[in-house]
């Protein structure tokens, strides 16, 4: 039987009690659900009506609902969503993808700027008691891969719409390219569980995650990530997919403003209260954008 998604209009004080509603998709995920929240929120607070439409799907179909005027805005990630939309694209780092992906988007889309401060790729990590025996970034890292253990977690991803990291494809193959890293080919995990305690244990001496140790269920304190700055991973930073000419210029800011303040830290944060202490999306979203005057 299907499940019918649900709409719930948020209540907030400078909302508007005329005009039409602004209604803001989310997806089967967490993240979907915060970022939904925290941008109808962020809508409310220009003096519009706003509602958040849980349950949408995948990403096909929050591209659908938007095409078919249900909703006007999805959260997104900038990288997976060219991914998508343009599979054959070698765009990675931020400008490139930024420009590969206003190139790709569907008639009738457009994407507000992206969120800086949010940094969802995959992630090369240490045990935090043996950083010191690493550089701080692959960069420099590249001359020292050969010989060293390395392991991925390959289940499911951290975010819930991105697919399984595959260890040749998406690990080998662009560390190689970018870094001239050598790896041999890297041990399997089921999940970053697994990783970690074989981490711990010295069996492998670096691991791969498929996003930000943050997004783990107690935010990977044990872990410390070797950056990326060449980005051998493709950018994957936060950002409102939007139906073209249904928010006006104020809205538009007002969603940029956003961007402007959300880290990769917020954003797990805001998953894990709502994932693991209950706490209401759009409660959740509320304080988030007091917090930072929004």
Same mark, same amino acid.
């Given at each position: 039987?299907?499940?019918?998604?649900?709409?719930?209009?948020?209540?907030?004080?400078?909302?508007? *009690?005329?005009?039409? !509603? $602004?209604?803001? @998709?989310?997806?089967?995920?967490?993240?979907?659900? /915060?970022? &939904? =929240?925290?941008? %109808?929120?962020?809508?409310?607070?220009?003096?519009?009506?706003?509602?958040?439409?849980?349950?949408?799907?995948?990403?096909?179909?929050?591209?659908?609902?938007?095409?078919?005027?249900?909703?006007?805005?999805?959260?997104?990630?900038?990288? *997976?969503?060219?991914? !998508? $939309?343009?599979? @054959?694209?070698?765009?990675?780092?931020?400008?490139? /993808?930024? &420009? =590969?992906?206003? %190139?790709?988007?569907?008639?009738?889309?457009?994407?507000?700027?992206?969120?800086?401060?949010?940094?969802?790729?995959?992630?090369?990590?240490?045990?935090?008691?043996?950083?010191?025996?690493?550089?701080?970034?692959?960069?420099?890292?590249?001359?020292?891969?050969?010989? $060293?253990?390395? @392991?991925?977690?390959?289940?499911?991803?951290?975010?819930?719409?991105? =697919?399984?990291?595959?260890?040749?494809?998406?690990?080998?193959?662009?560390?190689?390219?970018?870094?001239?890293?050598?790896?041999?080919?890297?041990?399997?995990?089921?999940?970053?569980?697994?990783?970690?305690?074989?981490?711990?244990?010295?069996?492998?001496?670096?691991?791969?995650?498929?996003?930000?140790?943050?997004?783990?269920?107690?935010?990977?304190?044990?872990?410390?990530?070797?950056?990326?700055?060449?980005?051998?991973?493709?950018?994957?930073?936060?950002?409102?997919?939007?139906?073209?000419?249904?928010?006006?210029?104020?809205?538009?800011?007002?969603?940029?403003?956003?961007?402007?303040?959300?880290?990769?830290?917020?954003?797990?944060?805001?998953?894990?209260?709502?994932?693991?202490?209950?706490?209401?999306?759009?409660?959740?979203?509320?304080?988030?954008?007091?917090?930072?005057?929004?």
């Amino acid at each position: 039987m299907a499940v019918l998604a649900t709409l719930a209009v948020l209540a907030a004080s400078c909302g508007s *009690d005329s005009g039409p !509603v $602004l209604t803001v @998709g989310a997806g089967e995920s967490t993240q979907s659900q /915060v970022l &939904a =929240a925290v941008y %109808a929120g962020a809508l409310a607070r220009t003096g519009a009506r706003t509602a958040v439409r849980d349950g949408l799907g995948d990403r096909a179909a929050a591209i659908a609902a938007l095409d078919a005027d249900r909703v006007v805005a999805v959260g997104e990630v900038n990288g *997976d969503l060219l991914t !998508v $939309l343009d599979s @054959g694209s070698a765009a990675r780092k931020p400008e490139a /993808v930024t &420009a =590969a992906l206003n %190139a790709a988007l569907p008639a009738g889309l457009i994407v507000g700027d992206a969120a800086d401060g949010t940094d969802l790729r995959p992630t090369v990590v240490a045990a935090a008691t043996r950083v010191a025996e690493f550089p701080p970034t692959l960069k420099d890292l590249g001359p020292r891969c050969a010989g $060293l253990a390395v @392991g991925v977690a390959t289940g499911p991803a951290l975010d819930p719409q991105r =697919a399984p990291l595959d260890p040749h494809r998406d690990v080998v193959e662009p560390l190689r390219a970018v870094y001239g890293c050598e790896l041999a080919e890297p041990v399997s995990f089921a999940d970053p569980a697994e990783l970690r305690k074989a981490l711990a244990e010295g069996r492998i001496q670096l691991g791969v995650l498929s996003g930000p140790p943050s997004y783990l269920p107690d935010g990977g304190a044990d872990l410390v990530a070797l950056a990326d700055p060449d980005y051998a991973f493709r950018a994957a930073m936060v950002l409102p997919l939007l139906r073209k000419g249904e928010l006006s210029e104020i809205q538009l800011r007002k969603l940029n403003y956003v961007g402007g303040e959300l880290t990769t830290v917020d954003l797990a944060d805001l998953i894990r209260q709502v994932r693991e202490d209950g706490v209401a999306p759009n409660e959740a979203a509320r304080a988030w954008l007091d917090a930072h005057a929004l």
